[in-house]
Every structure is written in structure tokens, then in C-alpha cells.
């Protein structure tokens, strides 16, 4: 009797080390496999490339307020650097930017769509306001004094040049990326004007979704 007690216990002993290591094995392999996907998700660089797009910044709002970037990006995001007299490629850029987020809508995925001036001096809260509730009702604009503009500029790698000899009338030359934050994550990727909106919006889906699967086997 005593020997059917130890084999019994010997078999289910077994049987619950075969269950964890089978139980190990497929979330390491679900895990791999979440990160797999995510890498497939950010087309033009994995998130870890991006870990010094970081720091705190204060810039002002269309309301003429102070702002911490903790409350500017306390939701998926997605970042346009610009300027409101930009002639033809930011209202082109926030054009696509705005069917991204209607795209996105559809899907049951919010993102904010964010505008920071590289113009300062020009770009106004009010006028910042009117800009871009044209282009998008949930836009929002923001500006702040030379110095706050260069710190987050600093922040994201953002290139801009106003003319010395600038008349009422300049243009600013400035990159044109724009990037997806995540509140808890930081930048993820960046996207450049090549992009359609179905691409970038389906690329958004893609991280979320698996930054979601991720959390969830950790």
C-alpha cells in the first residue's frame, strides 16, 4: 500500500511540473511573439530607438494657459511640429493626421492629434485655436515662450530655421515627422509625409493592440 501512496504521489507531483513548464513554455512563446509583432508594427524603428525622446516640458494652450507634458500626453497621441502660415505641407501633413484619428474612430481606437508651433512669435493661443479646430475638432494647438519651444524641440529631434532677415511674410523651414506617444510608453515610432493615413493608422492599431497583449502576460 505504501508503495501504490509513493508512486501516486511521485506521478502527480509530475504531472504538476509538466503543467507549469508546458504553462512557462507558452507564455515565453507568447511573449516572443507579442514582441515579434510589435517589431512588425513600427515600420520605421522598433520603440527602444526613441528612449531619449524623453523629459518634462511646459508649453501654453489655446487658452492661453501653462501646461505640464504630462497632461498634453495623457493619451495616445499622435505629434505634428509646424507653424499656422505654413503655406502648403503642414496643412497637408494635419490633413492626413485627421483621417488617421477618423480612421481610428471607427476601430474604437481614440488617439489625440496634437500641434506644436515652431513659430512662436507668430503663433498666438487664439490663433492657434482657429487653426486647428479647422482641421480637426479634437486638435489641440500649443505655443510658449522661444525657450519653452526649443526644450521640447530638443526632446523629439525636431529641426527648425526661421530667417535672420525675416519679414512678417517668412516661411519657417522645419521636419516633418510625426509621432505616436503613448502616456505610459513614450514615443514609439514616427512617421514620415510618404505615409498615407491608412498605413499609419493601421500601424497605431497594430502597437496598440499588442502593447495591450503585452501588459497582459507580463
Same mark, same amino acid.
Given at each position: #500500500? #505504501? ?7 511521485? %506521478?502527480? %507531483? ?25 517589431? *512588425?508594427? @513600427? ?11 524623453? $523629459? ?7 487658452? $492661453?494657459?501653462?501646461?505640464?507634458? =504630462? ?27 485627421? *483621417? ?31 487653426? !486647428?479646430?479647422? =482641421? =480637426?475638432?479634437? #486638435?489641440?494647438?500649443? !505655443? $510658449? ?7 521640447? +524641440?530638443?526632446?523629439?529631434? %525636431? ?13 519657417? @523651414? =522645419?521636419? !516633418? ?8 510608453? $513614450? %514615443? ?5 509625409? +510618404?505615409? @498615407?493615413?491608412? +498605413? ?10 499588442? +502593447? ?7
Amino acid at each position: #500500500m #505504501m508503495g501504490r501512496h509513493n508512486n501516486s504521489k511521485f %506521478v502527480a %507531483v509530475s504531472l504538476s511540473l509538466l503543467l507549469c513548464a508546458s504553462l512557462t513554455i507558452f507564455l515565453v512563446s507568447k511573449r516572443e511573439s507579442v514582441i515579434n509583432e510589435l517589431t *512588425e508594427c @513600427n515600420l520605421n524603428s522598433n520603440a527602444s530607438t526613441f528612449k531619449s525622446f524623453q $523629459g518634462d516640458f511646459y508649453l501654453i494652450d489655446e487658452e $492661453g494657459l501653462k501646461v505640464s507634458s =504630462h497632461s498634453i500626453l495623457d493619451s495616445p497621441s499622435l505629434l505634428y511640429f509646424g507653424y499656422t502660415y505654413c503655406p502648403d505641407i503642414c496643412p497637408f501633413d494635419l490633413m492626413r493626421n485627421s *483621417e488617421v484619428v477618423e480612421l481610428l474612430d471607427q476601430e474604437n481606437i481614440k488617439i489625440k492629434p496634437l500641434f506644436i508651433s515652431v513659430d512662436p512669435a507668430r503663433d498666438s493661443p487664439t490663433r492657434l485655436k482657429d487653426f !486647428t479646430s479647422f =482641421h =480637426h475638432p479634437n #486638435m489641440i494647438g500649443f !505655443t $510658449g515662450s522661444e525657450e519653452q519651444i526649443d526644450s521640447v +524641440k530638443n526632446i523629439y529631434k %525636431v529641426y527648425s530655421e526661421i530667417p535672420d532677415d525675416s519679414s512678417k511674410d517668412y516661411t519657417v @523651414n =522645419h521636419s !516633418t515627422f510625426s509621432y505616436f506617444i503613448l502616456p505610459q510608453d $513614450g %514615443v514609439q515610432t514616427y512617421f514620415t509625409r +510618404k505615409e @498615407n493615413s491608412q +498605413k499609419i493608422a493601421d500601424t497605431i492599431k497594430c502597437i496598440i493592440e499588442n +502593447k495591450g497583449a503585452s501588459r497582459k502576460i507580463s
